[in-house]
């Protein structure tokens, strides 16, 4: 159980595109998705949190008109890179949460993203 | 804010116990988890603590002392296939309850 599935896995596209990034709880409802930033050799840095129909809660540091979270159901988060350029080139992790905060973050694959 | 520290790097032996440290500071301790991830790949949970104390599952266990910020993760009966990054991660309920990750112990199983 506790199946996180994100998608797509790889990504290679033209600076000043805008990139879609979905991440679905497949076997449970997620009262809770992160969407986290991995740069090579370094831990995981988290970006924003989004519950089902509300806004997200983004970090410090993080534009959230640059990306954009939309959390539309309880299996469903989707970030959105718009005009990415080169330097937005990561691996973008999504996990989701069931319940109280007893419960662990279950991790999706993983997104990795280059921008030439 | 939250400080979490954990080696970077460590080396074992093929079936041998190898233990990873973690101390942390964080006002408003809720929870430390342990998690795996292989080069490339996303993190796979193995360990939760919230109380002080040992909680085995397998050939991994965790230990937490909330007094001293400290956790530590035993692998026993190492395998190849252990090579992996192992973060340790902060729940923090003034930070939301979100999740603070360490920079992760690269641990490399040698035969």
């Known amino acids: 159980g506790a199946v996180v599935s994100q998608h797509p896995s790889w990504v290679i596209c033209k600076s000043g595109t805008s990139v879609k990034i979905e991440c679905r709880s497949l076997d449970f409802q997620a009262t809770t998705m992160f969407w986290y930033r991995q740069f090579p050799k370094q831990s995981l840095m988290l970006m924003a949190t989004s519950n089902e129909g509300s806004k997200a809660t983004y970090e410090q540091g993080v534009e959230k008109d640059k990306f954009l979270i939309n959390h539309a159901s309880l299996t469903l988060s989707t970030l959105t890179v718009t005009s990415a350029h080169p330097e937005d080139s990561s691996f973008y992790i999504c996990?989701?949460?069931?319940?109280?905060?007893?419960?662990?973050?279950?991790f999706g694959d993983g997104t990795r993203l280059s921008i030439l | 804010g939250q400080n979490i520290d954990q080696p970077t790097e460590m080396t074992a032996t093929e079936g041998a116990i190898v233990q990873i440290n973690c101390t942390y500071q964080t006002s408003g301790f809720n929870g430390l988890f342990w998690y795996q991830q292989h080069a490339g790949e996303a993190p796979t949970f193995l360990s939760y603590n919230v109380l002080d104390g040992l909680e085995e599952k397998g050939r991994f266990s965790s230990f937490l002392s909330r007094s001293k910020g400290y956790s530590y993760l035993l692998l026993k009966e190492l395998q190849m296939k252990d090579s992996a990054s192992y973060l340790c991660?902060?729940?923090?309920?003034?930070?939301?309850?979100?999740?603070?990750f360490g920079t992760g112990t690269r641990l490399t199983v040698i035969p």
């Open positions: 991660a902060v729940r923090d309920r003034t930070g939301a309850n979100n999740l603070f």
């Open positions: 996990s989701a949460m069931q319940g109280n905060s007893n419960q662990p973050q279950h």
